[in-house]
């Protein structure tokens, strides 16, 4: 197995260190795909992008005599001209897109390790997002069996093993099981380009957490064809540590400048709204008329967005900026909302301390610090006269109408409840919401609330609350357990009294 040491995490996500026989890498990564036959950007001037490793494609290799002939007598490192590491694609995407391969798995992966790969492929069969039930379990059957094939056939080089299995989350986990059985060095998350191409982001969450789930957390997980800078927060937060990319070249070729929150068609720029060498040195007039230059911008954006999600993990604020990236496009909205979803899942791998927590939107309220906060009421014990408060006032107002109270809580969207001495905590305390909360956080909050309350029946409760908070049904709900009263706020001296809140 190749040696992958994790070093820094947030969420699902994480900074490793990957051992290949051309030396470490650090992920997460992008390979850039390196077409043999084209090489108009030359693999070793990749590096100044910042690519640590590349891939390119096997079978297109194998298929010309000429490049065949040349990689077998002095490897694929000659090849390319470059000592980084070499992942190797085996032709499955040409078998999907063209259905025309004539190369068999055997054929392919004995190429593949004479040629010195770095990380081999095996012969998978994508099968395309919606298929029939029927034709994603027989295409996972024919897949799983050159997986065995593969795996004793690969014997000296590092071997990627690959989960397909369509829209079918079922199906998926039960590939990522079975590959995972076989032990592979990478495992490749493949059959989701269709799901790219469509921004049909939320499925991909889908299939990313079904198969991440099922495949063993020390080994490097590769996505696929996810080569757009735009996806690279979202599926590093779910794990993925491996990403390709094509993109550069192809959107370059369609005229696409790509930024970190979508792509803009070039004719319409009159400025370029970037900071990179190229953007910063070219005119826009050039920039529309090469090509490569294009392509060498849409490079440098996309290895400046994988620094920025590595900043992300280790300063331990990538929901953050899936928040803030995704609010860029609805399409990426949808993903951020499926990611949600799995935010108890989340929860179980998220570091318990980080930055402080950001509230920025509805997302916010869902994630896996706020559910890891609610599980943990059951920690505080309580008795006798506890107040709880949505007004931040000094300790002072642990008397009201000259009531003591042996426990005062604040109350913070979307926490909740949580007690003075942890004003200065993670993550309750130290949490920046902004002024105007919405529905969503008032909502979580009042929940947590009531479940402090259910908690301890037997103490008594005082619930003090602010204009913000009127009308919120569930403070019908607390009345059931708490003598609820309305503050009013004074505006000159932020005083506080009680109003005479005729429902109590
Ligand atoms: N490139 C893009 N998608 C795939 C896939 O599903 N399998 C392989 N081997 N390569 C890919
Ligand atoms: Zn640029």
Redesign the pocket.
Known sequence: MLEFEIRHKDLMGRIGKLQTPHGSIETPTIMPVINPNLMSIGAEDMKQYGAEMLITNAYIIYRKRDLREAAVKNGIHSLLRCEMPIMT??G??QL?EYKDVEVGNREILEFQQSIGSDVC????I?TPPYAKIEKAKDDLEETMRRMREARRIVQNNPLAG?V?GSTFVDLRAESAKRVAALGFDVY?I????PLLASYTFDKLVDIIVASKMNLPLNAPVHL??AGHPMIFPLAVALGCDLF?SAAYALYAKGKRYITSEGTRKVEDLQYLPCACPVCSSYSVKELKEDVDVLAAHNLWVTYEEMRIVKQSIVERNLWELCERRCRAYPALLNGLKQMTKYSALIERYDPGTKHPFFYLGESSAYRPEVLRYSSRLDRFTLSGNVLITTIPISQEISVIENERFDHVFFVKPPFGPYPVELEESYPVGQAEIPAEIDAEAKTIALQNVLKLLELNKGVRFVFLYDHKWDGHPLIEEIRKYAEVKAALLQKSENLVTLGADERV
């Open positions: 694609d085996s499955s995407y999907y492929v095996p012969l998978d994508p690959v397909q490749a493949g059959g989701v380009v696929f064809g390709d």
